[in-house]
């Protein structure tokens, strides 16, 4: 069975541009969580979706947004880059009826 | 507000030694998590304790939850280089997103 996956592994953009992430769960879960790694901010819950709604987010900005599709996979935006908004993003899926969360290899974003 | 406070955040210990990492929460709870990071990676699933006096074991991992003292504990039996890591717990708050521990950074040495 895949596993959780996210394209890119590695984003670079500069302060003011657009970063679009994509995350592909693992097949048959329908929920799908963003979350930022910063250095010194440790791991934070960004945005949860489920069954294509967003069910919930996070402390962060509307800048950071993004949808759930038909099958499931997951798109974050993040609009207006600053310079800390450099992190790893990590998405992480789990089905119904399941307590695991799984989580993808992370995209990395850096902004100049 | 939900927080998560784990102890230490770094502990450098030596291979055979034994070592608990604690896991403080502020508020109840029904799921506590814990993961493994290693360096530039993502994370992966240790255990999920569910319930009061839970305790899993995996290799030389034990993990246990008390959720009247919102504790849980991550002990490490004859430490193996190879469990060097950051270790997290996480606890699932009211919207299903995590909260997360600042993490432990354990490094192992010979």
């Known amino acids: 069975e895949a596993g959780v996956t996210q394209s890119p592994t590695h984003l670079i953009k500069t302060r003011g541009q657009q970063a679009t992430l994509r995350c592909s769960p693992i097949?048959?879960?329908?929920?799908v969580y963003w979350y930022q790694q910063a250095l010194g901010l440790g791991l934070q819950f960004l945005l949860w979706?489920?069954?294509?709604?967003?069910?919930n987010r996070g402390n962060f900005p509307p800048r950071f947004s993004g949808r759930q599709f038909p099958n499931y996979s997951s798109e974050l935006n993040v609009n207006a880059l600053e310079l800390e908004d450099s992190a790893l993003y990590l998405c992480?899926?789990?089905?119904?009826?399941?307590?695991?969360?799984?989580f993808g290899p992370g995209t990395r974003l850096t902004v100049t | 507000e939900l927080k998560v406070e784990q102890n230490p955040l770094f502990l450098s210990m030596q291979e055979g030694k034994n070592y608990t990492i604690y896991c403080n929460y502020s508020?109840?709870?029904?799921?506590l998590y814990w993961y493994r990071q290693d360096p530039g990676k993502s994370l992966e699933s240790l255990f999920v304790l569910l319930s009061n006096g839970a305790v899993k074991q995996e290799g030389r991992l034990m993990a246990s939850l008390d959720t009247k003292a919102r504790l849980s504990t991550l002990h490490i039996t004859a430490a193996v280089h190879d469990l060097s890591a950051t270790y997290f717990c996480a606890v699932r708050g009211g919207a299903d997103g995590l909260t997360f521990g600042k993490g432990t950074h354990l490094i192992i040495q010979p």
């Open positions: 097949s048959g879960h329908t929920s």
């Open positions: 979706y489920d069954e294509g709604e967003e069910r």
């Open positions: 508020t109840t709870s029904d799921r």
């Open positions: 992480a899926s789990h089905g119904r009826g399941s307590y695991e969360q799984y």
